[in-house]
């Protein structure tokens, strides 16, 4: 029988990552927002266009890149923040796996700006079908420019699943609020169809809480500092009357990544105990600090799952500090640790 495999063309084997790492708008917006992150920005705008759906560009005033990694920065598993498998266990940076560039230039049209410090003029670079068909020197500040055009333009069945522009707009919006939220000391604006929605001055935590819940969360939030056992858990917990019924406000960053948890969620809640009724959840913006090499954040191309090495253990850390929180605002009026 004759031999029938092949390797798929970059293209398409693009085209199928792709489908894990850019679901809809709010995963580019996630993606270059931890780029910019990682490019030790100190101010990024987000601009969005029909829920970014037509586009989503981020500015930032980070390091930029060369004209040689412009381009390579389309390639798969191109990064410049790991080396080795020891890098891999403990990663200090949002991105590590290379592929969400290459991903989103797969599905949509891209065009790059970019430029470092030790240049005076800036590179174009414009990719499409992971195709570069510009590459040009240009003016632009330092810092990168990448702009997102016609999300799913060649994949007809993938736009088709997006849905309407508020629910994608909200989508969006979820991720650009667990960002700016693990991230006070940067400066942040987002546009959407040319409105200015939100412009967020550089600050700590709380006036950073304050600015994108609103002014009536001020008096409600309970720091949270613990440090001990090489955790260190802080930030702020809602008091009881600030539960509430739907979910939305619940924040967990590990290493100032936003990870989805039940499991520390029941652990947050389980410290309330009876001071919040039983079909409300309790309003949170912790961050728990952990040793890199004692988790895993490989576990889904997204990074919003992580494992714990000792599941068990960071459960009733948290349990106790939170319920030590609430203790120390008089809160709880028992403070009972055996149970
Ligand atoms: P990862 O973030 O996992 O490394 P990406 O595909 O997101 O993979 O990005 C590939 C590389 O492109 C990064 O490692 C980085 O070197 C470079 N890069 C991407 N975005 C930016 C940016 N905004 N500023 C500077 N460099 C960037
Ligand atoms: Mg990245």
Redesign the pocket.
């Known amino acids: 029988m004759a031999d029938i495999i092949q390797l798929l063309p970059d293209s398409i084997a693009n085209q199928i990552a792709a489908g894990e790492v850019v679901q809809r708008p709010s995963s580019i917006v996630k993606?270059?927002l931890?780029?910019?992150i990682?490019?030790g920005?100190t101010e990024i705008q987000l601009i969005l266009k029909d829920a970014g759906k037509t586009l989503i560009q981020?500015v930032?005033n980070?390091?930029?890149?060369s004209e040689t990694?412009a381009r390579m920065?389309f390639e798969r598993h191109?990064?410049?923040?790991i080396r080795n498998t020891e890098d891999l266990f403990s990663i200090q940076?949002?991105?590590?796996?290379?592929?969400?560039?290459?991903s989103i230039a797969a599905v949509a049209k891209v065009d790059l700006i970019?430029r470092t410090a030790d240049k005076d003029i800036a590179i174009n670079v414009r990719v499409e079908g992971t195709k570069v068909t510009r590459q040009e020197a240009c003016q632009g500040p330092l810092?990168?420019s990448?702009s997102i055009k016609n999300l799913f333009y060649n994949v007809p069945a993938r736009r088709k699943f997006l849905k309407s522009d508020p629910t994608e707009y909200k989508h969006a919006l979820d991720e650009f609020n667990r960002i700016v939220l693990s991230y006070p000391e940067i400066k942040f604006t987002l546009y959407h169809n040319n409105n200015n929605i939100m412009s967020l001055s550089a600050g700590n935590l709380r006036q950073r809480i304050v600015s994108v819940l609103g002014k009536s969360i001020n008096d409600k939030l309970v720091p949270v500092e613990v440090d001990t056992d090489n955790l260190i858990l802080s930030g702020f917990i809602g008091k009881p009357e600030a539960s509430k019924k739907s979910r939305g406000d619940q924040y967990l960053f590990v290493n100032k990544r936003f990870i989805k948890s039940n499991y520390i969620n029941h652990a947050i809640k389980a410290a309330y105990e009876d001071l919040i009724a039983s079909d409300h959840t309790p309003v949170y913006f912790l961050f728990l600090e952990i040793d890199p090499t004692s988790i895993d954040v490989n576990v889904h191309p997204t990074k919003q799952e992580i494992k714990f090495e000792e599941e068990r253990l960071i459960y009733n850390y948290i349990k106790v500090a939170v319920r030590h929180a609430l203790g120390q605002y008089n809160i709880t009026p028992v403070l009972d640790f055996s149970r």
């Open positions: 993606e270059l931890e780029n910019a990682d490019a920005a981020v930032d980070g390091k930029g890149m990694d920065c191109a990064t410049s923040k940076t949002m991105g590590f796996r290379g592929e969400a560039l290459a970019t810092g990168t990448i």
